[in-house]
């Protein structure tokens, strides 16, 4: 388990498209790590405060989107 690769820590907001279809956007909010504990270390910016519900997803390339 490598503790350096990054997570995309994600919070996620349900939306209806023009045609009624439900879909999730996700809005990247932070960063985490996997730590030797088997657990993982969450960094937000100063300011970020989470409630509520959260998503962490495994970094993709910078040219793949986010789910």
């Known amino acids: ?7 995309d820590v994600c919070v996620p907001e349900k939306y209806q498209t023009d045609n ?7 809005y990247q909010v932070g960063v985490a790590f996997e730590i030797e504990s088997g657990g ?6 100063e300011g970020i405060s989470l409630s509520g519900r959260f998503v962490i997803f ?3 390339d910078r040219h793949e989107p986010t789910p």
């Open 1 to 7: 388990m490598s503790k350096n690769k990054p997570f």
């Open 20 to 26: 009624g279809e439900e879909k999730t956007k996700y």
């Open 40 to 45: 993982m270390s969450v960094i937000l910016p």
């Open 58 to 60: 495994p970094r993709k």
